[in-house]
């Protein structure tokens, strides 16, 4: 019994850990219910239930499906939904018009009707494999692939098709219209401060790693258990790419908002993430070094000072950068930094001359970062 | 007009591209096309029309929505999408039932019901953000708060709710049934496969790069354009990290085939994966030094011969754990070649004992190759 309990405290305290890590995603759950609510009353008042022919499913189903956490990926969403409807509505209605006044009726006709939809699904289903489609419109894709079937289909129910199709593009935009206000005008959570944040926390990041690297390498740290969390920081820096590309995808659709305008220059960010990476894996490669650092210890002594120096200096100033990126200030606070770490490494690089092996991998951090640095 | 034509010809080369890169993309697009096409049967027949209480369109939109690459992704968002949409269907009837029973038709009764509903859509999107959760059952979710909403509203139409919620069911299990079979009969594409030839594949990468290093630090190659591409191979493996998970998560899902069983140690891929970008991050380190180690040509001819051994039996070694990992055989032709890179690996380590810093990145891919080796 104990044992459950405690299993349950610990799901709950899992439960936990997502609002913690971005309290934000507890207000993006409560919006996604309070949009919801409010197209139920389309249920619930009569009058309205009426206006949308008795069936506002799709409104609800539409907000549940475009309802995305960020402002960027929503309007990406609604964009490629509401296009593809359309579209496919056109074509669908276009392909079933065309059927039916040659051969309405004859079984050739459904079988051409049949036919028709198989060329137009395999094509639309080989497209999404195109990766410049597959990056943008997939989303798309599937919802054409959809209504294209929903509406060129024929129904035996004694309905108009040009109803059917009509109503359904009624229902979307207006599920769509309620998640896009919602989503806008009730605390807006933005793609592109979500990027601006990621690039500079990934900075500071490396920061931490450099500095924990300096310490644990060359053995002046105490306090072990922090340290050793800090030297792995790098570790999500690595894996970051596909968040940042997908997050600056978003960022380019959103309206201008908060310090950023149109035409913010997301493929910078983009840059200095790849950057970003590279060092991180500069750092992997470090760490890899950190056994094999710890048995000569003759030639340690000799660049112990200066590395100790130089990975203090590195971190300070890529942290440094990290802070005048978030405010989005010129980086002159990292000025003095970048130029004390430029010369321990040359000091370093005139000591390993006389003939040393140890740590040279170190003053490779520097042209990265100096890389960083202008571009900024 | 000409640029006209050659931007169409462009447009046509990116669209072949996809299917030269894996022909099972153009079979998988005719795999859903025919299902689509056999689903819309369900239409054109007057009987099957009305088995199915004149209303198979969920029937084609699950199809649609289920129909993903590999068997495994299938299986998984089918038993997600059969599992929500059952429990889902039982809990709507549940709420509405008692929120009728208790206080039906009044106003309070219909306010009772939008709190319910708030509440549990709001329980639901922000369970959506637990890691364990969103990387196995986000789908599942998805359709989770879709159904209840659809079954819990009431609507005006004088219907029967649990025949809704019913046939709800029934259509997304005729759905589910139509997609899988097809996906397993017709030309299956599993993920296992395409895990185990991805890892394969990306050692042998990993082998060109090294050995495209080798030659391209050192000066010996002749070719230049094939050697930087070679090079530049292990790129794409640092990236690797999303695609294997997904992979190796859906391969659970798969029953047995090919040369898999059950039980494959797909958490065996999932550590080399992890190993290989460890290496890739050695390698995109040691290009960085590819500028420096131009300059300082007495040391360099030193080391040379060794270096390009060296980098010539890693590469080889690699190459052939790739073809090993492939055909699923002991790793003994690698043998030869990992133990004279180490014998080439100790000379070059007394070589630079004796007072050389250039190319010490080298011997550090040694153990990592060697622990890979031991995990085979």
Chains 1, 2 share one sequence.
Request: with cysteine; net charge positive.
């Amino acid at each position: 019994w104990q044992r459950f309990v405690a299993k349950m405290v610990g799901v709950m305290l899992q439960l936990k850990k997502p609002a913690q890590d971005d309290p934000r995603r507890l207000i993006h759950s409560f919006k996604v219910a309070l949009s919801i609510t409010t197209v139920s009353a389309f249920y619930f008042v009569k009058y309205l239930f009426v206006c949308f022919d008795k069936n506002p499913m799709w409104i609800i189903i539409t907000v549940i499906l475009v309802s995305e956490f960020s402002v960027g990926a929503t309007l990406a969403k609604c964009f490629n939904r509401g296009l593809a409807t359309v579209l496919a509505s056109a074509l669908g209605l276009g392909c079933y018009y065309l059927v039916d006044s040659i051969m309405g009726g004859h079984i050739v006709g459904s079988v051409f009707l049949g036919t028709l939809i198989f060329v137009i699904v395999a094509t639309m289903t080989y497209m999404r494999f195109v990766p410049q489609i597959k990056a943008k419109y997939d989303y798309g894709f599937l919802v054409f692939i959809l209504t294209f079937c929903i509406v060129s289909l024929p129904s035996y129910r004694d309905e108009d098709l040009l109803d059917i199709a009509k109503r359904r593009v009624i229902t979307i935009f207006t599920g769509v219209l309620m998640w896009i206000l919602v989503s806008i005008i009730v605390y807006p959570i933005w793609a592109g401060e979500d990027l601006h944040n990621l690039v500079s926390k990934n900075l500071q990041k490396l920061g931490d790693s450099i500095q924990g690297f300096g310490d644990e390498c060359f053995g002046t740290s105490e306090g072990e258990g922090s340290n050793k969390s800090n030297l792995q920081a790098y570790k999500s820096v690595l894996n970051s790419k596909q968040i940042e590309e997908s997050l600056a995808n978003f960022a380019r659709w959103e309206p201008c908002h908060g310090p950023f305008r149109y035409g913010h220059p997301w493929k910078q960010y983009l840059k200095i993430g790849i950057l970003l990476r590279q060092c991180a894996c500069l750092i992997d490669s470090l760490t890899g070094f950190l056994d094999s650092t710890k048995t000569p210890s003759e030639i340690k002594n000799k660049v112990q000072e200066t590395c100790i120096q130089i990975s203090k200096e590195t971190g300070k100033s890529l942290k440094e950068l990290s802070v005048s990126i978030q405010k989005t200030i010129p980086p002159c606070a990292a000025n003095p930094s970048i130029q004390k770490s430029k010369i321990v490494a040359m000091n370093l690089k005139s000591i390993l001359k006389s003939g040393l092996w140890e740590g040279t991998n170190l003053f490779e951090d520097i042209p990265i970062m100096t890389v960083t640095y202008l571009l900024l």
